[in-house]
């Protein structure tokens, strides 16, 4: 077996070289990033923001990666466990002298022990590196909005210095205007105020002072904004950049290096679990193991065993040995003869025309080959057929019958009278997936009939009594077909809440593409699509009719237009602190405003076929399984977001207590809202309600929980 401990020293050799198997040179990423081109982005106002933005994508990428992780090693650690405990519970009793065949069964699944052993190293490696990406994942994310914050913060005070030092400009330019209109005006002209009249030059000597007073303000903020800026641009964002710049090259490579671990740890599964089913000595592979079975010398063995002494009289059963054939001597005396020829078991024709005692106590001639029976209620009939004649049956519900016993009964263009036989048992047998049978005892009648008419085919009835679909059966095949009617196919088959800054005013919120929008926030879900959801499940649960009161229209459509005119806005949907249910209304009603002003509805309209075709399945198990496999259709954006809004709405469903809102008024509202309109019918409704009532079933099993 493979020696897994030159893990440490493949990964370090793995490093030397590139994918191609070049070598690396040391300072190839340093030089690529030293390029002009690249530090003129750097320098440049978008280079925190772009090295964010690729941080973030290599977070999620981590988290992905850490998520299969978890999955992968929890599973393999399951069948380990699995298959280590299985297999040593067959073939127990095997021994020496046991056949071939079962002595190598167990040796082969003593190789999955083996196989197990092997997996476990796997699964202790799996679970470490799982450690160590989930450490890295919280430990990057940490800093990453540490640094977020700090850059945030430092780009607000330069932002407001320099908004201070414009109010300066403004106010400095104002007065200078006043005094260049005093200038023009007549010397001579006084100006009434408050403390008296001014003459010109007064005014002119007020002016001077506010200006110059205003002016030093003025020059005053400017050097202020001005040195802001230049630390920030010159100290603070360097030192964020380059930040930045390390944690996205550390997380990167440190993933690169699990990825490595992971291909050399199962590099190492996949020949370990080779040498373990083909060693290097052949004779104790599999394959050796199972080219020893001897099938015909077991036989052989097991057979031979009755040639032993003192199991000769096993060879033979005295049971089966004939009695031989001896007349008694007074018949041969006598010489008598049988009165019905020389076969004592040939049928009277002549008999089976005339009727027959039902007491009298000859049964000879009953047996033919050419006779069925036909039973039905407290009668019984026998009817002589051609053996060429093709007979069809069908199963009868006898109401007379006390069990609701199934009788086989036969009909015939050409019937002739019969007797009625007494003390006859009938075993009638249909047996078709499921075998049935039914004895029917027919109790002697003095009763017969002189005209048998032919027997039309019944229909079947259940044990309720409703009317089923016709069974039939042939006595050409001897048996009766019985088919399922059910016509069913059967299957086979809370988060971190970050707002955005004002990065780019007026860029919209409602009424663009969801893609877009997602495009722009690097997320998976909208931003205010998580707010509102914070929002109602930290304050509004327990609200009285929450989603279905609205709220004041003029308070939405004003929150709307601020969101638009800056995506910041969005930390306006938080509640103040003395919030009352009319704040909490205006939330959800924007939660709804936003999914209702989409260009196409949550759920693509694409779908409108499938959905169909999913209510129109009648077995919920089977409806859940198709619309799952839907959902996995959807596009990304559409997927986490819809699961981010089922899981709140499921959670709004839970305080229904409080709340009063259930399934049905939850499905009634948010179904026209995310459900596309039924394409025949646009205002059939009831489309809407039934796939979110469907998607509400079918959320746990479709999507990834949020614990």
Request: proline share 4%; net charge neutral; with cysteine.
């Amino acid at each position: 077996m493979m020696d897994q401990t030159s893990l440490s020293s493949k990964v370090s050799n793995s490093n030397v070289g590139d994918a191609n198997g070049e070598p690396h040179n040391g300072g190839e990423q340093g030089t690529l990033l030293d390029r002009e081109e690249i530090k003129r982005i750097m320098d440049s106002d978008v280079a925190i923001n772009a090295l964010l933005a690729i941080l973030k994508q290599s977070l999620l990428t981590c988290e992905e990666f850490t998520k299969y992780v978890k999955k992968k090693y929890m599973f393999e650690q399951e069948n380990v466990e699995e298959l280590s405990k299985q297999y040593k519970h067959f073939f127990t009793s095997t021994s020496n002298t046991s056949p071939s065949l079962r002595r190598c069964m167990r040796q082969i699944l003593q190789f999955d022990g083996k196989l197990a052993n092997v997996k476990q190293s796997y699964v202790t490696a799996l679970i470490k590196m799982y450690e160590e990406l989930s450490s890295l994942l919280l430990t990057m994310t940490k800093m990453r909005k540490s640094i977020k914050e700090k850059s945030r913060r430092l780009e607000k005070e330069v932002s407001d210095a320099i908004h201070v030092s414009e109010k300066a400009q403004m106010r400095y330019n104002s007065l200078c205007q006043d005094w260049d209109k005093l200038r023009m005006t007549d010397p001579t002209k006084t100006k009434l105020t408050l403390r008296g009249s001014k003459t010109t030059k007064e005014q002119e000597e007020d002016l001077t002072r506010k200006i110059d007073a205003a002016d030093i303000e003025y020059k005053q903020r400017v050097d202020h904004s001005t040195s802001l800026r230049t630390v920030f641009l010159n100290k603070e964002r360097p030192q964020i950049v380059s930040e930045l710049r390390d944690l996205i090259l550390e997380i990167d490579t440190a993933m690169t290096i699990q990825l490595q671990k992971y291909c050399i740890w199962t590099e190492n599964l996949a020949l370990n679990v080779g040498v373990t089913v083909l060693p290097l000595d052949p004779k104790h592979s599999m394959k050796s193991i199972v080219l020893n079975v001897t099938n015909e010398k077991d036989l052989y063995n097991y057979l031979n065993k009755y040639n032993q002494n003192g199991k000769e009289s096993l060879l033979s059963n005295k049971s089966l040995v004939p009695v031989p054939y001896k007349k008694h001597p007074s018949m041969v005396k006598d010489k008598l003869v049988s009165p019905h020829g020389n076969s004592t078991f040939s049928v009277n024709n002549q008999r089976n025309l005339n009727p027959i005692n039902t007491n009298s106590k000859d049964t000879g001639g009953f047996s033919s080959p050419n006779t069925t029976v036909v039973a039905s209620g407290n009668s019984a009939s026998k009817t002589s057929l051609s053996s060429s004649t093709y007979i069809p049956t069908s199963s009868v519900y006898s109401p007379n019958d006390n069990n609701n016993k199934y009788l086989s009964q036969g009909t015939s263009d050409s019937a002739t009278d019969s007797p009625h036989v007494s003390g006859l048992g009938i075993q009638v047998a249909s047996y078709a997936g499921a075998a049935t049978a039914a004895v029917v005892g027919l109790s002697g009648s003095n009763n017969t009939n002189n005209n048998l008419n032919t027997l039309p085919s019944k229909k079947y009835y259940g044990n309720d009594g409703n009317e089923g679909a016709m069974r039939t059966s042939s006595f050409a095949t001897g048996s009766s077909a019985y088919t399922d009617d059910s016509g069913r196919p059967i299957s086979h088959i809370q988060h971190e809440n970050v707002i955005p800054a004002g990065i780019q005013n007026n860029f919209k919120t409602f009424g663009i593409p969801l893609e877009k929008l997602l495009e722009y926030e690097q997320d998976s879900v909208p931003t205010i699509v998580k707010q509102c959801v914070y929002v109602i499940d930290t304050y509004g649960l327990q609200v009285e009719g929450i989603y279905r009161k609205s709220a004041n229209v003029l308070d939405v459509g004003k929150l709307k237009d601020e969101i638009d005119k800056d995506p910041s806005n969005i930390s306006m949907i938080l509640p103040p602190k003395d919030y009352t249910d009319s704040d909490l209304f205006v939330v959800s009603s924007l939660l709804k405003a936003f999914f209702s002003a989409l260009p196409e509805t949550l759920i693509p309209s694409s779908c409108v076929p499938e959905l169909k075709v999913c209510l129109s399945i009648e077995d919920l198990e089977t409806r859940k399984n198709y619309m799952h496999g839907l959902i996995y259709k959807f596009p990304d954006a559409q997927y986490w977001t819809l699961r981010t809004l089922i899981f709140h709405l499921k959670r709004v469903m839970a305080n229904e207590a409080h709340n009063r809102m259930n399934l049905k008024g939850l499905s009634i509202i948010w179904g026209p809202t995310i459900v596309p309109q039924n394409d025949e019918d646009i205002n059939d409704i009831n489309f809407q309600i039934g796939t979110m009532e469907i998607i509400f079933a079918v959320a746990d099993q479709a999507f990834e929980s949020e614990e």
